[in-house]
Each structure stands twice: as structure tokens, then as C-alpha cells.
């Protein structure tokens, strides 16, 4: 017999950072040293991400989006030219797109992954596409090997968007920059923070140079180098650049997120896979599948989607989760469909089925590494009573 549900008294959250004292006084330490903008920590993280992602140059800035706008930008992307990605992610893969001038192109997905569908991909590119952008999505690898064959054909560069990729493996490399670019995020959701902020990664010497430029004010030295002991408050201004970097007191945390990240995706993968086997009984969910080829997946996210004979919508099913104290998010909704994009490019709507049926069912369940096993049994059988009330 199935014991009756008991609400818990405290709220669990959708994410939650798992941050240690070992961050807490490298802040400490950081704010004590009398320098917290872009300095010698921040040099620190950047050394340490590049070592540990394979990448020759890692520079780390204020966001992910940064990364995003000015690796754009350093790409040469002009108004009119088209970018193909995908629907489904965050609206900022997307918007800087816009913000560039580019033209975004969508593909549909696999509704098994989410993933970007590599088969649609050729059919896609016109005389103005310049680039790709897919976008590796809750953990998982897309098939970079089917997305580099159709760039190659058509000369084309591929940037990733790794955002959810930290420690994400593809054929045994990691994901982030198979071609030309590529973008991770520190957002507090992520698997690994420092509170905001993101890195570029790349193999090119020239792309870096550039990239460093945009990233402050189009200097070639940045103020560490300028205001060190030894150093040149001289400046140079070399291009136009932006105001994007990172500091010292977001490298506090990242320095030690970094060296944890193993550990913080072990505890992820064992969270989502108690999840996979309390869950496999429940027709009216279905969870994200796995990519066919070889990868590695840190499982940063665990998303379902809603099937229609749970017999209600997805926000209901959010709505009654909440009232059972288990908070949700909605990863994503199709960026085609946003007000901005749907009023723009309204060709868009209705020729993306699969990522348009799956936006509306998709709901991510609490995911994060100071979970405990009793915390996803508590989610699981709140998930079943929100699903039985439907029923009664």
C-alpha cells in the first residue's frame, strides 16, 4: 500500500550553488588583498580553465552573453548575415545574434534530447549563412561531428554555445570549440558559478588577441598589467571594445568551483540517475533521452516533458509542485516564440513542431549537488500526488 503524501515544511529550490567555506575565504581574501577587479585571480581561473578543458586560450568575462556578443563580433558577423541555430535555449544565444546584426536561422530538435537536429542543417544554409551556433543542452553533447561536416561543406564557422557544458565530453573530447569558438556560463544554476560571469575558449592566437581587446575597452593590456608593480599606466586603445571582464571576486569562486567540478557532476549524475529508476513507472512524464554516440553527461539539468494524458498542462503541474514545496523551471521556452521573435520573424512560428510541441511540456525538477537521496524521494512522490489529483 502507498503511503499518503506529507507536504515538507521547507521549500526545496529548483538549483541551488553549492558554495564552501574554502569560497567563502578566498572572497575573504580577495577583499582583504585591496585589489577585487580584473587581477592576478582572475589570471588564475583562466590558466586553470584552459587546463582543464584542453584549450590553449580561455578568457573569462562578466557573462556568458558577453562571451557570446563580442565572439560574434569577432567573428565578422555583419547585418544580414545568417546565423543558423536552434530554438531551443536561452534567449541570449539568440539575441546576440540580433544585437550583432545577424539573421538567426532556426532548426528543429530531437525531441528525445533536445538536441539540435543535425539532419536539418544543410537544408538550411543560403548564399548569406556565415556560421552555426549549436547549443550543447542540459549537459549532453550535440553530434559535433554532423554539425562540423555540414560547416565544412559550406565554409562555414561553428561557435558553441557550452553555457550548460562544464566537464561535458564528446567521442572523448571536451565540448566548446571543435572549430572556431566557443562559450561556457558561471550563471548560479550552472553546475559550477561564480555568481555571474562566463569564459570564451579557443585554439586561435589571433581570435584571442582580438577577443581580449573587446573584452576592455579595446586595450591591449589589461589594468592588472598596467598597475602592478613594474607596469605601464600608459594606454592604448586598439579597437572599440566593451566593458566585459571579469573580476577577481568572481575568480574567488570560481578557482574552487573549478577544482570541485568532478565532483559536483558525480553527485549530479547520481541525483539524476535515482531519478531515471523512481521515475520510470510514471507514464505522464517523459524524460530527456541520451545522444546515440560516445559522450559524457554531467546531467546539469533534469528535464521532463508533460504528456497530454497527464490531463493537465505543464504550468499546472508546476503549480501543484509548488504547492507541494518543490520549486520548477522551464528549460526552455522556444526563442522562436517570444513576443520579439514571433512578432519579427513571424515565418518561424509553425515550422518548428517538435521544439514548439516540447516547449510547452517542458518542466526541469530540482537538480543540484547538496540534494540528498531523500530529497528526490520527497520530489519523486510529490510529483506523483500533483499527477493523482488530476486523476481523483
Known amino acids: 500500500m502507498t503511503r499518503p503524501f506529507t507536504r515538507r515544511e521547507t521549500f526545496l529550490p529548483f538549483s541551488r550553488p553549492t558554495i564552501r567555506q574554502a569560497e567563502i575565504d578566498e572572497v575573504v581574501d580577495t577583499l582583504r588583498s585591496g585589489w577585487i577587479t580584473t587581477g592576478p585571480k582572475a589570471e588564475r581561473?583562466?590558466?586553470?580553465?584552459?587546463?582543464f578543458t584542453g584549450f590553449p586560450h580561455a578568457l573569462a568575462l562578466s557573462s556568458a552573453t558577453a562571451g557570446q556578443h563580442i565572439g560574434l563580433i569577432a567573428l565578422g558577423v555583419?547585418?544580414?548575415?545568417?546565423?543558423?541555430?536552434?530554438?531551443?535555449?536561452?534567449?541570449?544565444?539568440?539575441?546576440?545574434?540580433?544585437?550583432?546584426?545577424?539573421?538567426?536561422?532556426?532548426?528543429?530538435?530531437?525531441?528525445?534530447?533536445?538536441?539540435?537536429?543535425?539532419?536539418?542543417l544543410a537544408a538550411a544554409v543560403t548564399p548569406r549563412t556565415v556560421g552555426i551556433v549549436p547549443v550543447h543542452f542540459a549537459g549532453a553533447p550535440c553530434d559535433m561531428d554532423a554539425v562540423l561536416a555540414v560547416a565544412r561543406a559550406h565554409g562555414l564557422w561553428v561557435f558553441e554555445d557550452a553555457a550548460h557544458g562544464v566537464?561535458?565530453?564528446?567521442?572523448?573530447?571536451?565540448?566548446?570549440?571543435?572549430?572556431?569558438?566557443?562559450?561556457?556560463?558561471?550563471?548560479?544554476?550552472?553546475?559550477?558559478?561564480?555568481?555571474?560571469?562566463?569564459?570564451l575558449v579557443t585554439r586561435d592566437d589571433g581570435l584571442a588577441a582580438h577577443l581580449r581587446a573587446l573584452r576592455f575597452h579595446g586595450l591591449e593590456k589589461q589594468a592588472w598589467n598596467r598597475y602592478a608593480e613594474g607596469g605601464s599606466p600608459q594606454v592604448e586603445v586598439v579597437l572599440?571594445?566593451?566593458?566585459?571582464?571579469?573580476?577577481?571576486?568572481?575568480?574567488?569562486?570560481?578557482?574552487?568551483?573549478?577544482?570541485?567540478?568532478?565532483?559536483?557532476?558525480?553527485?549530479?549524475?547520481?541525483?539524476?540517475?535515482?531519478y531515471d529508476r523512481l521515475l520510470g513507472d510514471v507514464l505522464e512524464l517523459e524524460p530527456l533521452g541520451f545522444p546515440p554516440f560516445e559522450h559524457f553527461h554531467t546531467r546539469h539539468l533534469y528535464v521532463v516533458k508533460v504528456l497530454d494524458q497527464a490531463g493537465l498542462t505543464r504550468d499546472q503541474f508546476m503549480a501543484r509542485l509548488k504547492a507541494r514545496n518543490v520549486g520548477t523551471g522551464i528549460h526552455f521556452r522556444a526563442v522562436h516564440t517570444q513576443p520579439y521573435y514571433a512578432q519579427k520573424y513571424p515565418h518561424w512560428v509553425g515550422r518548428l513542431p517538435v521544439a514548439e510541441w516540447t516547449s510547452a511540456r517542458l518542466c526541469s525538477l530540482p537538480l543540484f549537488p547538496l540534494m540528498n537521496e531523500d530529497d528526490v524521494d520527497y520530489v519523486v512522490a510529490a510529483v506523483k500526488d500533483a499527477l493523482a489529483e488530476g486523476r481523483a
Not at 550563471?187 to 558559478?193: F, L, V
Not at 571579469?246 to 535515482?274: K, T, V
Request: glycine content about 10%; aromatic content about 10%; hydrophobic content about 40%.
Open 45 to 51: 581561473f583562466e590558466r586553470d580553465f584552459a587546463a
Open 167 to 199: 566537464g561535458t565530453l564528446y567521442k572523448g573530447r571536451h565540448v566548446g570549440c571543435d572549430d572556431r569558438l566557443g562559450v561556457f556560463s558561471f550563471h548560479p544554476i550552472k553546475n559550477m558559478t561564480t555568481a555571474e560571469g562566463g569564459v
Open 78 to 120: 555583419r547585418a544580414g548575415d545568417e546565423v543558423i541555430t536552434t530554438p531551443m535555449t536561452w534567449a541570449s544565444t539568440v539575441n546576440m545574434i540580433e544585437v550583432a546584426g545577424g539573421v538567426p536561422v532556426f532548426v528543429d530538435i530531437h525531441r528525445s534530447t533536445l538536441q539540435i537536429d543535425e539532419r536539418a
Open 240 to 274: 572599440p571594445g566593451f566593458k566585459y571582464n571579469f573580476m577577481d571576486l568572481q575568480a574567488a569562486l570560481g578557482i574552487h568551483q573549478l577544482a570541485s567540478i568532478r565532483e559536483f557532476n558525480d553527485a549530479r549524475r547520481r541525483l539524476a540517475d535515482l
